[in-house]
């Protein structure tokens, strides 16, 4: 995560988005301390990843709330946090809603990709990532590990409004395989609160 303050004045509609060279829109964003509320923030139709980081001590809540009112939350924790977390959203103009004690920051970014990268034999961490694109073919074994207390949910996400794939949805220490289908372009999203493995083949 880049820290920095966002300004408006950087990326407005009149610059059509902020596009980069490959028609991904551009990543936007925040900083402050306690709560906040940002309007006006533009998403494409298809895959949000949302990073975002706590350091107070009490509740912390990241959301995008759309024209029609609808509730996308990205984080929700209390304490200290360091996360990834991504969601399929409709087209349109949201607002950016932070509930926190003390600094954080926020970081909005729509990856789109035409190629990806080979599914790769494994993945590791300890906290809530999102990591690709990769072109996944058919079907895969995949072995999950996880030493966290909390929750273990590891899905394929698509850049567009299609299928998710769910890997594990799994509470606590996890030691298990599962076997999964996905065709196409995708990002491995793990949530996790501790130590993490996750092998595919």
């Not at 298809?46 to 001590?57: A, C």
């Not at 304490?79 to 990834?84: A, D, I, K, Q, T």
């Not at 300890?126 to 207390?149: C, I, L, N, W």
């Amino acid at each position: 995560m880049r820290r920095r303050t966002y300004l408006a004045a950087l990326c407005t509609p009149l610059l059509a988005g902020c596009l980069g060279d490959d028609d991904t829109p551009a990543e936007v964003s925040f900083s402050g301390s306690g709560d906040h509320s940002e309007e006006g923030i533009e998403i494409e139709e298809g895959l949000t990843v949302i990073e975002s980081v706590h350091e107070g001590r009490t509740g912390f809540m990241v959301k995008l709330v759309s024209e029609g009112g609808s509730n996308h939350v990205f984080a929700m924790q209390v304490g200290e946090y360091h996360g990834e977390a991504p969601s399929l959203l409709e087209a349109g103009t949201y607002r950016l809603e932070v509930d926190a004690d003390g600094p954080w920051e926020v970081d909005i970014r729509q990856p789109r990709a035409d190629s990806g990268d080979a599914v790769p034999d494994s993945l590791s961490g300890t906290r809530a990532e999102v990591f690709g694109p990769y072109k996944f073919e058919g079907e895969y074994d995949a072995t999950g590990v996880h030493e966290g207390s909390g929750d273990f949910d590891v899905w394929i996400f698509p850049q567009d409004m299609s299928s998710r794939t769910l890997l594990f949805n799994e509470l606590g220490s996890v030691d298990e395989e599962t076997s999964f289908d996905h065709d196409g372009l995708g990002w491995v999203a793990v949530d996790a609160a501790g130590e993490w493995e996750l092998t595919l083949s």
